[in-house]
C-alpha cells in the first residue's frame, strides 16, 4: 500500500489545517490507521490514530483537544484536523497503516507503511 500525505504549508497561529492521506494499492477500510509527527530536533511520536469504522479513536495526550483524525473509507483516505494551531505544532506529518492487530499504538514499528510526510509551519 502508497499513502501519500498532503495538506500542510505555512499556516497562521490560531487557524486550523485539515491534512489528508490518500492510500492506493490497498483497501484501507479494515485497517488501524494513525498520525505521527516530527517535530524540529525531536523524534517521530504518534499523534492520533482512527480505528476502521471510524467511531473509536488513540489520542496521545497531547493531541486530545484539538487534533482530530477521521477517514473516508470509501475514499480510502483518512484526516487529520488540527484546531487552534500552536507554534510547536510545527512539523512533518506521517500517515502509517497498521495491518496486523496490534495493541502498541505508539509504536512505530507496529506500521507497515508510511506516507511521505506534510509539512506544517505554524507561523506567528
Known amino acids: 500500500v502508497q499513502l501519500q500525505a498532503s495538506g500542510g504549508g505555512l499556516v497562521q497561529v490560531g487557524t486550523s489545517v485539515k491534512l489528508s492521506c490518500v492510500a492506493s494499492g490497498r483497501d484501507i477500510s479494515t485497517y488501524f490507521m494513525a498520525w505521527f509527527r516530527r517535530a524540529p530536533g525531536k523524534e517521530r511520536e504518534f499523534v492520533q490514530g482512527i480505528y476502521a469504522a471510524g467511531q473509536t479513536r488513540e489520542y496521545a495526550d497531547f493531541a486530545k483537544a484539538r487534533f482530530t483524525a477521521s477517514r473516508d473509507n470509501a475514499k480510502n483516505t483518512v484526516y487529520l484536523q488540527i484546531d487552534r494551531l500552536r507554534p510547536e505544532d510545527t512539523a512533518v506529518y506521517y500517515c502509517?497503516?497498521?495491518?496486523?492487530?496490534?495493541?502498541?499504538?505508539?509504536?512505530?514499528?507496529?506500521?507497515?507503511?508510511w506516507g511521505q510526510g506534510t509539512q506544517v509551519t505554524v507561523s506567528s
Open positions: 502509517a497503516i497498521r495491518e496486523t492487530y496490534k495493541s502498541r499504538h505508539w509504536d512505530e514499528s507496529e506500521y507497515s507503511s
